[in-house]
């Protein structure tokens, strides 16, 4: 099936740094969203992105769409402790209505 | 605020006795859907209502059961438990014509002793 390649699959950084992640398929998809997900809790969504080119942020959290319509990147500046959690890519593939496809996550470390 | 509810958040069960996890969701959104999330992987579709129309995910096992009593509550049961089914249970939901959005609940962690 439809499958999101997310990289990378971990990162420990340093308090301060900057992240940065992405997602690529080889299909199209038609909206890109991400979540960041705590220990012991469920996704919460960060940004959905919905056109190609489209650029979002969400304070410190920046993410595009890219314009091949088959990749999306996130960035995160000046990481601090409680961004730590796993970053997963999902979206819907065309034709499959709302059934998302998710990518194999990011777990973010960051060392105060 | 409007969200999404899961009850109970840690639920331990022993093998083989049959077990219920619900979710409610006060989002008014028509779609919910129950995904099993394993350590450190992606969620992973069971099944999801439209409405009332339920919709199984091919590789989802017959163990697997759900019940939709109205647009609020969603309810999955789990008929025979394996230790293999013990896993993080989420709930969410969406509308359904875009946005494409799924909210998610906390989530149930379930243990199989």
């Known amino acids: 099936g439809q499958q999101l390649n997310q990289s990378p699959q971990s990162m420990f950084i340093q308090e301060g740094e900057d992240v940065s992640m992405n997602c690529t398929s080889s299909s199209i998809f038609n909206t890109w969203l991400w979540y960041k997900q705590d220990p012991g809790e469920g996704p919460v969504l960060l940004i959905a992105l919905y056109k190609a080119g489209e650029l979002t942020s969400n304070g410190r959290l920046t993410a595009q769409f890219g314009i091949t319509r088959k990749d999306s990147f996130l960035n995160i500046s000046a990481s601090i402790p409680s961004d730590v959690g796993i970053y997963f890519c999902a979206g819907p593939p065309l034709n499959a209505g709302n059934m998302l496809t998710f990518g194999g996550g990011t777990r973010l470390m960051v060392k105060p | 605020d409007a969200m999404v509810i899961q009850n109970p958040r840690y639920q331990v069960t022993q093998f083989g006795k049959p077990v219920t996890l619900s979710c409610s969701q006060t989002l008014n959104h028509n779609v919910m859907y129950w995904y099993q999330q394993k350590s450190s992987q992606a969620p992973k579709l069971l099944f999801h209502?439209?409405?009332?129309?339920?919709?199984n995910e091919a590789d989802t096992p017959d163990n697997f059961q759900s019940r939709r009593p109205n647009t609020s509550f969603c309810f999955l049961d789990i008929r025979s438990p394996g230790l293999g089914d013990a896993a993080m249970y989420l709930c969410?939901?969406?509308?359904?014509?875009?946005?494409?959005?799924?909210?998610f609940g906390p989530g149930t962690r379930l243990t199989v002793t």
């Open positions: 969410a939901t969406s509308t359904t014509s875009g946005p494409y959005e799924q909210y």
């Open positions: 209502y439209y409405d009332k129309d339920f919709n």
